[in-house]
């Protein structure tokens, strides 16, 4: 059972998770801007995930490859407008075989009797690219890549 | 009379602006990326408008100064996510001074019967976000802005 809160609200143009990890704030936040964490926890299982880039301050760039078992690639990428330790990061998303799509997510990191709530909000350009994405998979997609960062904080 | 339709749809999370000019979209989408013609048009009159970067390129900055007559400076930057000319620039947007507070701005360019219709789409990480720019008086700016572009190209 996830512990993932996925809210896709019909008519809107965002998309807000929020979970509860057992792990103080700095660790959490360390593991979204730590390139050795990221291919541990970051998309699903399957796939490999190899960091380029990933340049967490005003203007960085980020940009992370998976790779399939058959040696397919899909790249994402894109820039840090805000990376404030260990409170906020604001970012934008883009996949490359979809250039002049992108979403803005902000993401929160609030401490709570040394548990961590992180709250990911991303927005859109329009309704009907939310519901693309909806209809991608992306609420198990977003499940499973927390799972695996709730396991690495485990460790 | 304003020709800027300017739409914030109640409890929505963006602001649509659309207009026509007369102009062809070559020149209407150079008026956009060009740092010459950026202070001519950009922000409110009695502001001067300095263009400090202007990189319209898939990564690429922009920062535009705006100073009042008593030498206050106020400044706005973000980064391109796409500039497809003539038809499409997706950029980010954020005030210096409010930092995490960012837009995602999508601009639209297409051309109908010699004239250019552009459709400007910002959508705010929230709607409280976007109901508080709203509240700055954000239409009657962006209504004056493009009364400017409007006079530019017609020259």
Redesign the interface.
């Known amino acids: 059972m996830s512990k993932t809160s996925f809210v896709a609200e019909p008519?809107?143009?965002?998309i807000v998770m929020e979970r509860r990890f057992a792990a103080p704030r700095a660790r959490v936040f360390a593991a979204y801007t730590d390139p050795v964490a990221i291919p541990r926890w970051w998309g699903p299982r399957f796939l490999t995930t190899i960091v380029d880039r990933l340049e967490p301050r005003?203007?960085g760039?980020w940009r992370f490859v998976q790779r399939d078992r058959s040696g397919n690639e899909y790249a994402f990428r894109g820039?840090f407008?805000?990376s404030?330790a260990p409170q906020?990061i604001?970012r934008?998303f883009?996949f490359e075989g979809m250039?002049?799509h992108?979403?803005?997510e902000?993401v929160l990191f609030e401490e709570e009797d040394g548990q961590t709530k992180v709250t990911a909000?991303s927005?859109?350009?329009?309704q009907e690219a939310r519901d693309g994405m909806l209809q991608t998979g992306a609420e198990h997609g977003a499940a499973e890549t927390w799972d695996r960062l709730d396991e690495l904080l485990a460790e």
Chains 1, 2 share one sequence.
């Open positions: 008519g809107r143009q965002e005003q203007g760039i820039v407008h805000e404030l906020r604001v934008t883009e250039p002049g992108v979403l803005l902000t909000r927005v859109f350009q329009t």
